[in-house]
């Protein structure tokens, strides 16, 4: 199995007019699921660094990235106004880096930010997971206690251990 180096690289996506120079880390996994990274309110991307060294992840393809404000991004409250420009952000990142579905790997308020994403996008493409304690499947996905944090699981068990809520919305999975 070939193994390969995370990418740390500058993403400039654009929203409303506004240019966002936003930093990332990408790796490329071996044909594995893309798991797509989004961290909370004081984090950054290096939060999931530990990640893109596990070699359990070593076939998935990792994509994380700061928000602005967050690690080496700049700030800019009139571009930047409140968490729904964030869920934005992070559609367009993941739009323009990953081209395919993508297990959701959020941490904190990146929850209300997937949330957010498949509230404003759809939830197709996106399987969610939680690595907080204050944010559990039940809350994204109507699943039944806490989630196991992703770098812990392989990617055999990312791809088959899914559960699909009773919560009305079918389409939305998360790993128990």
Aim: charged share 20%; glycine share 10%; aromatic share 8%.
């Amino acid at each position: 199995m070939k193994r390969l180096l995370p990418k740390l690289d500058w993403i400039t996506v654009h929203r409303n007019q506004a240019a966002y120079r936003l930093p990332y880390c990408f790796r490329k996994g071996n044909g594995g699921p893309a798991l797509l990274f989004v961290h909370g309110l004081g984090g950054c991307k290096e939060n999931f660094y530990a990640a893109f060294q596990t070699a359990a992840l070593a076939d998935c393809d990792l994509l994380t990235f700061d928000f602005p404000g967050t690690g080496l991004a700049e700030f800019d409250a009139t571009t930047c106004p409140d968490v729904s420009t964030l869920a934005e952000l992070a559609h367009l990142v993941w739009k323009a880096l990953l081209p395919g579905p993508v297990f959701l790997v959020v941490a904190s308020m990146g929850g209300l930010v997937g949330l957010l994403m498949m509230r404003k996008y759809g939830s197709a493409g996106v399987e969610a997971s939680s690595t907080s304690k204050e944010i559990s499947p039940r809350k994204i996905a109507c699943s039944r206690g806490e989630s196991r944090p992703i770098p812990s699981m392989s990617c055999q068990k990312i791809s088959s251990e899914r559960f699909s809520g009773n919560c009305g919305r079918p389409d939305i999975q998360a790993i128990t």
